[in-house]
């Protein structure tokens, strides 16, 4: 008796190793996703009532496609949630953008945005809505944008026949050498160069500066100049002096950077959904709205040139929470955008204070008319006032007072929705008398060293922003500024970064 009781012991304790050591196996596997999000491959397990509409979609491309394998990502995000966090950076550098050629006016372009980069505009939520509803693509022409990006080996006269005639002919080895030592699709890769330069190149290819960044890494700014020179600058600081370093450089970026990072898919490296280590939503390849898909309709073209479109490939397609019924409808490009949401335009002189918590410890400062979206509103007061909660274009969160206190006697809304006039008059009801001087505005902001995205605590989340402000990726308000000069000498350097990252890893003191 005691002999099978000891045999069972043993086997409840083997059991339960294995299961420690595939968890493990699987969770070091799959580093860029969180505990709550899950890859599973079991289409036929897809619950219709929660996710409606993709079981059958995926399944008709299954039985066209037979060597097609897909899988699905349960991201574990509310789908309003997904677009409110997108819809974002209204006049001062939205998280999408639309090229308002012929085909994308009307109801394609941002009501409340005044932002224009040449031909480029901020895109509305409902073009936003209509491109991130995978159901949208979940056919044989857009599908490529999910398509797993990782692969062992490649035909290189496939290569050549793809750059022939472009920008990229006579470099088919570097393209191959490099997605082998980095096991990246080098289609993907081409598409991508393609994407970016066309099939002819652009300035940032061309050499006539002496460098070379033919995927326009740090081509930020507010105008093409200005894209073109950070492009070119951010070459100078690689020692891109070749097409072939830039190549070899540029694919090493993309799959340090993005790919294992979790971020394997084109749809993925637009749209930053994958519970990653250092945040979601703002570590994206590009502005245009339309560059997964773009980018999966050249990658189609590729294969259908090699004859093997038919071949194996994976996708991976994302699932988000409470999604609408049926798939979001494409803009009507002939009607004009209507805002929908709770966004609010700032109508405090000098700004207003931004919060941990109603009437809590000061974490940063919003503008006098930034447009922030109201994500809680009160509907009690705290310490004489409305504390909601928003968030800003950069992805910060926090309470801001909604109107004057109590005390005050002049009673002002400070949080104003679009297309009010701004007076005084607002919110119905909750105008108060009483003596002034409370008024939460005015230009003094506490911030917490090394906390550059403001969320309450230094993580790895804060060194990689440092890290890419180093590299030119990314640009900083002036509270992150602050929060990012950790040695406190006035410029955001890699000693800050070595700071940030030694307090997680060692817990020095900042």
Known sequence: MKKVKIIKFISIVVILTI???????????????????WISSDIDGIDESLYPGFKEKIKSLQAQYPNWTFKVLYTDLNWSDVISNEYVGHNSGPRNMIQATTNYQGQWICPICS???????CASQAAIEYMMDPRNSLNSSDIFQFEELTINGCDINAINSMISGTFLQGHA????????????????????????????GSATSSGASGYYNPFNIGATGNSDAEEIENAINY??????????KAITGGINFIANDYIKQGQNTLYFQKFDVENQYNGLYWHQYMQNLMAAQSEGNTLRKTYVDINSVSSSHTFIIPLYKNMPSTACSRPDGSADATV?????????????????????SVIGAVSSGEIVTRIEKATSKVAGTYWDKI??????????????????AEYKLYLLPLGDDGSNTGDSGNADSGNSGNTDNGNTTTVKKGDVNGDGQVSPGDYVLIKNNILGLNTFNETQKMAADVNGDGQISPGDYVLVKNNILYGTTL
């Open 340 to 360: 929908s949401g709770d966004i609010v335009k700032v109508n405090a002189n000098g700004g207003l204070n931004m919060r941990n918590a109603p009437n809590g």
């Open 173 to 200: 080895n570097e393209i191959a050498n490099s997605a082998n030592a980095t096991q990246i699709n080098p289609y993907y890769i081409i598409a991508r160069l393609i994407q970016e330069q066309g099939r002819n």
């Open 391 to 408: 968030r800003r274009a950069n992805g910060e969160e926090g309470y801001v007072a909604r109107q004057t206190y109590d005390n005050e």
């Open 235 to 244: 070459a100078k600081k690689q020692g891109w002096n070749t097409l072939e």
């Open 19 to 37: 299961l420690a050591y595939t968890l493990l196996v699987l969770f070091d596997n799959n580093k860029a996703y969180a505990v709550s999000q």
């Open 115 to 121: 932002y224009t980069n040449s031909t480029w505009r």
